[in-house]
């Protein structure tokens, strides 16, 4: 992957239709985008390492062939029973420069890992930033 030159930016999200983010050339307007896949199973057991690699191949590179981070982290949520849940984790950090196309593409990405995994939630979060490649 390009490496990124990433500075902070102020202004609202591209995504909400704000303020375009003013940034210095030669950084661009983008949008940091972070995913945060839980790995536990319902019934018991984890998304192994080769159900997750195949699921970064098949569903996520194609969607982002530019580049992608990811990495191994450990969360811990609140669960529809109420009870804290800790578990092992996937954190995916993608940075679009066309906000406008990457929207579906992420909701596809969250959609088919929470069928695929019985998963009750994938965190998402967004924030507008000044890169470049």
């Known amino acids: 992957m390009a490496a990124l030159a990433i500075a902070g930016a102020s202004g609202d999200a591209l995504a909400q239709g704000g303020p375009a983010t003013v940034c210095v050339a030669p950084l661009k307007p983008a949008l940091s985008v972070e995913l945060y896949f839980g790995r536990g199973k319902p019934e018991g057991g984890e998304v192994s390492d080769d159900e997750w690699e195949d699921f970064l191949a098949t569903e996520v590179t194609p969607r982002f062939p530019d580049g ?66």
Do not use: N, W
């Open 68 to 133: 992608l981070s990811v990495m191994d982290v450990r969360g811990q949520y609140r669960g529809s029973s109420g009870r804290a849940v800790s578990e092992r984790s996937k954190r995916l950090h993608v940075v679009v420069f066309d906000s406008p196309t990457y929207v579906a593409k992420i909701a596809e990405i969250i959609d088919l890992y929470r069928q695929r995994f019985r998963q009750e939630s994938v965190l998402r979060t967004e924030r507008s930033l000044c890169a470049a490649l």
